[in-house]
């Protein structure tokens, strides 16, 4: 079974575009969508209306900076400071190019921080590639729950 790719965004257009993205590229996994960070960290930790989610971290995290209740870096934050979490990808996925906002977010970990585009085309191929690469070709590290790949 594929691991899902958890999208925590709160704009509905931002939402909807990154969805028919993730569509168009024709990946098999399942998309969590949640739409603040509070839902988030109650998906991640398995608790709240999450707590009979079955078990197993996202294949990767697509994570808006600014979202409500819980921010994005406090997101990535309490992602990398728990021992289960920490090796899950994220990706800081925002309108933001404040240098601020940039650092802090590869200051705790963040593993790829991508500008939306604006130009609807540019923004469903960035998405794309964006799904492919973290859920298909990324090699997740040892003790990880993807399934095991075939070796022939």
């Known amino acids: 079974m594929l691991k899902p790719i958890l999208l925590v965004e709160d704009d509905k257009r931002d939402l909807e575009l990154t969805l028919i ?6 990946l098999a996994n399942d998309v969590v969508v949640l739409r603040d960070g509070a839902q988030a960290l ?17 294949a990767v995290i ?10 994005g870096l406090e997101v990535l934050k309490d992602v990398r400071g728990d021992p289960v ?8 996925l925002t309108s933001s ?10 200051e705790l970990g963040v593993n790829a921080y991508v500008v939306k585009p604006v130009a609807f085309d540019r923004f469903v191929s960035a998405i794309a590639e964006l799904g492919v690469f973290w ?5 997740p590290p040892p003790g990880s729950l993807k399934t095991a790949r075939r070796h022939e």
């Open 21 to 26: 993205a993730l569509e168009r590229s024709q």
């Open 42 to 58: 109650e998906y991640l930790h398995r608790e709240g209306e999450h707590a009979g989610r079955a078990e197993g971290n996202p």
């Open 62 to 71: 697509l994570l808006d900076l600014k979202l409500p209740k819980v921010t």
């Open 85 to 92: 979490l920490r090796s899950i990808p994220v990706v800081m």
């Open 97 to 106: 190019q404040e240098e601020s906002d940039v650092l802090r977010s590869y």
């Open 135 to 139: 859920a298909v070709l990324n090699e």
